[in-house]
């Protein structure tokens, strides 16, 4: 399994940007799915996850502002970032939690979770 994130890049204060993350592989299932960001010098923290129930959870700082939803058909997941500021530069991570997957080799493997490549979101005052 392997998740793909794309959409970050360079906005003005009090833009908007849309990330994605894609699941592929031979998914069976996941708990569901997440945001996580890391700025400069500091350590990696929660922006929003999402459950297979439609369960949201946003960290305080992004709650209104930011919006996560999950097409489970497409295994994709999705963070709407509106009034974007300067201290939400950082770059974003999606992951799986709990996936279910099985290998080439047909084998059936769970894991607690699976990280995507983050995207690099910078937004200019």
């Known amino acids: 399994v392997q998740l793909q994130a794309s959409g970050g890049g360079l906005v003005q204060a009090g833009g908007s940007l849309r990330l994605s993350c894609a699941a592929s592989?031979?998914?069976?299932?996941?708990?569901?799915m997440g945001w996580y960001r890391q700025a400069p010098g500091k350590e990696r923290e929660l922006v929003a996850t999402?459950?297979?129930?439609?369960?949201?959870n946003y960290a305080d700082s992004v709650k209104g502002r930011f919006t996560i939803s999950w097409d489970s058909a497409k295994n994709t997941v999705y963070l709407l970032m509106n009034s974007l500021k300067p201290e939400d530069t950082a770059v974003y991570y999606c992951?799986?939690?709990?996936?279910?997957?099985?290998?080439?080799?047909?084998?059936?493997?769970?894991?607690?979770?699976?990280w995507g490549q983050g995207t690099q979101v910078t937004v200019s005052s």
């Open positions: 592989g031979r998914i069976i299932r996941m708990d569901g």
């Open positions: 999402i459950t297979t129930g439609g369960a949201t």
């Open positions: 992951n799986a939690d709990q996936p279910v997957y099985k290998t080439v080799l047909d084998e059936m493997v769970a894991e607690r979770v699976i």
